[in-house]
């Protein structure tokens, strides 16, 4: 009986507006006040706390500590620390984790290039200051070598 | 054959058979994740070339030594307080705009639009800060771009400050050292922070926007918010962005 009509739930929403698939209409949120909202409330400040704790901390070891100890333990937990912290923002604020996971694996294998971009671009870095440093040398024995100070 | 007023609903196309989403995402939602991505790789690209261009120096500036003024306390010295404040005001205003777009879930126009205006309340503020903190370190360095390329016009005594203690014996043994690293500094602070702030300001412009639809009822009669999601989506990468560029200039 309606093999001849096109069909009038799905087909013309895949075909014209999609949001409305993924968004309002489709997904089965009613009551702003229900628990399962205020939890989800919950959850988003108590992330904000979470940040502003790893933040605050981040900023007493650049201030305080991070002279104290050597520069690539101070490097690693800043970093380790600002990928935890990208991370939830990534995750929950941004709303990746309640995606496909196939669509999660498409938004995040692009940056793993970052991996290599980063170590490459370092490594060369390093060798242009071995480099000219050896460089000077050569021509002029009586230089010292510049040390890497930072 | 009598025709029944129940309208019956076709299966759903198969996963990757084409027609439908597979990722079960709308086109522009995915669309924008895709922009995000291209964008993360402009800035990986400026953060990655300023690790770069500090590798091959045998000097840089300190951040704790360049960044420790606050407004209205005149030269009191409190290292990092100011980017402290950027940085929570920032995340602040992140927060507000996840609040918006779970409101927008439900529906609730009211509060997607209270929400939305702390969102760009905030945004504005980060601005703020952020051109003070320019005006501030152009006074410092006699321009923005460009400045430190003589040493007869900035001597060392215009940037020897810059350096921490550890690195100051250096600077002043080979002070065109100093400068160039001084120099490339600058540069490269300005244009990152420049860009990220370009991000901002456009930002605050889209949510200027989609705030105006929002009063005027266009998500309620579209029957949903996705738009501000997306405008979420951008307003959380520079949120990030943000995350890292004060990693790599102000903590490493």
């Not at chain 2, 918010?225 to 560029?245: A, N, Q, R, S």
Request: aromatic content about 16%.
């Amino acid at each position: 009986m309606s093999a001849n009509h096109s069909n009038d739930t799905y087909q013309h929403l895949y075909e014209g507006d999609q949001s409305k698939l993924y968004s309002g209409i489709m997904s089965h949120h009613h009551d702003v006040k229900s628990p399962e909202a205020k939890a989800q409330v919950k959850r988003i400040w108590g992330i904000f706390w979470f940040l502003l704790v790893i933040t605050v901390v981040e900023v007493i070891m650049g201030m305080k500590f991070s002279h104290l100890m050597p520069r690539g333990i101070a490097n690693f937990i800043f970093l380790a620390l600002t990928l935890v912290k990208a991370g939830y923002i990534v995750k929950v604020f941004m709303h990746l984790g309640d995606e496909f996971r196939g669509f999660i694996t498409t938004v995040l294998i692009p940056l793993v290039l970052f991996v290599w971009f980063i170590i490459a671009f370092l490594a060369d870095g390093a060798f242009w200051l071995r480099m000219n440093n050896e460089s000077q040398a050569r021509h002029n024995s009586a230089v010292q070598e510049v040390s890497h100070e930072q | 054959m009598s025709q029944t007023t129940v309208v019956t609903a076709a299966p759903e196309p198969k996963l990757w058979a084409g027609g439908r989403s597979p990722y079960n995402v709308s086109y522009g939602k995915m669309m924008t994740w895709f922009f995000l991505l291209s964008d993360a790789l402009t800035f990986g690209a400026f953060l990655i070339s300023y690790g770069t261009t500090r590798f091959f120096s045998a000097v840089w500036p300190d951040a704790n030594q360049v960044f420790k003024s606050f407004p209205f306390m005149g030269e009191h010295d409190m290292p990092l307080v100011f980017v402290s404040l950027m940085t929570f005001i920032l995340i602040m205003s992140s927060v507000t705009m996840v609040l918006a777009v779970h409101a927008g879930h439900y529906g609730d126009k009211k509060n997607v639009a209270k929400w939305l205006l702390w969102t760009i309340i905030g945004g504005i503020c980060f601005l703020a800060c952020q051109a003070w903190e320019w005006t501030h370190l152009h006074g410092e360095c006699g321009g923005l771009w460009g400045s430190f390329t003589d040493l007869s016009t900035s001597p060392v005594e215009s940037f020897r400050h810059f350096f921490s203690e550890k690195s100051v014996k250096f600077v002043d043994a080979q002070p065109l050292v100093a400068m160039q690293s001084t120099h490339n500094f600058f540069n490269y602070f300005f244009t990152i922070t420049g860009f990220h702030g370009g991000h901002v300001t456009s930002g605050v412009i889209f949510n200027i926007l989609i705030l105006v639809n929002t009063v005027n009822g266009v998500y309620q009669r579209r029957g949903h918010y996705e738009m501000v999601e997306k405008v979420g989506l951008y307003w959380h990468f520079v949120d990030l962005v943000w995350v890292f560029v004060f990693t790599c200039f102000y903590l490493l």
